[in-house]
């Protein structure tokens, strides 16, 4: 089992629509949280740390449950831009290294 | 603003020889990260160095070594190549350098090994 887990996709939605993506970890210790965006043979682009409380960046909700050890990101109004893969990513409690799950492939259509 | 520099951008190699990559951080920043990310695969963590000094190991094989010199710039070393070496190797950077800050990834390194 992953120590991050995502529903790979692809989530197909046309243009305007609300999609959110959901991920699990499993390392109760883990500290920090983000999501990474990632076009096609490019880099990890950091899309949004995400807190306890909740943060939001525009369109980009983020949402994290220490309890449950949940995830969650939702992108409101969506672009044909933000067509990409939405990566879940944990530090490994404690060191600096990232946990990456497997990513979540986002299709956004005129 | 000015980012993470990788070099070489692609690298076409034969089976048993050997590669350097070299990774410049974000100005500023002490930390480095390597990362491999195989096709269709996520990024797997590599090593990393603190202050020159190496702060964690990942799945790095026994053939790759690394390090961090004092202008904070990484090479990673690669040597009696494989097949499955060929991957995509970002180098991330962070600063000041401990627990849980921002990584900012470098455009990569292509890999071919033939």
């Known amino acids: 089992r992953k120590e991050v887990e995502q529903d790979p996709g692809p989530f197909n939605v046309p243009e305007g629509a609300t999609v959110a993506f959901n991920c699990t970890y499993s390392?109760?210790?883990?500290?920090?949280f983000f999501w990474y965006r990632q076009d096609c043979r490019k880099e990890p682009k950091l899309l949004m740390s995400?807190?306890?409380s909740g943060n939001e960046d525009g369109r980009f909700t983020a949402q994290l449950n220490r309890a449950s050890q949940y995830i969650s990101l939702l992108i409101r109004d969506s672009k044909l831009s933000d067509s990409a893969t939405y990566l879940c990513?944990?530090?490994?409690?404690?060191?600096?290294?990232?946990?990456f799950g497997a990513g979540t492939r986002l299709a956004v259509h005129p | 603003a000015a980012g993470v520099i990788q070099s070489p951008r692609h690298l076409i190699k034969e089976k048993r020889e050997t590669a350097t990559l070299k990774c410049y951080p974000i100005p500023r920043h002490d930390t480095v990260y390597w990362y491999q990310q195989g096709p269709g695969q996520d990024p797997q963590f590599l090593i990393s160095?603190?202050?020159?000094?190496?702060?964690d190991k990942g799945s790095i094989p026994d053939r790759f070594s690394a390090q961090q010199f004092s202008d904070y710039h990484s090479e990673l070393n690669m040597s009696s190549l494989e097949l499955g070496d060929s991957a995509l190797y970002f180098c991330?950077?962070?600063?000041?350098?401990?627990?849980?800050?921002?990584?900012?990834f470098g455009p990569g390194t292509r890999l071919l090994v033939l």
């Open positions: 991330a950077s962070s600063f000041p350098g401990q627990g849980g800050e921002t990584q900012y």
């Open positions: 390392n109760s210790a883990s500290q920090s």
């Open positions: 995400v807190y306890s």
């Open positions: 990513v944990v530090n490994s409690g404690g060191y600096n290294k990232l946990i």
């Open positions: 160095f603190y202050e020159k000094m190496q702060s």
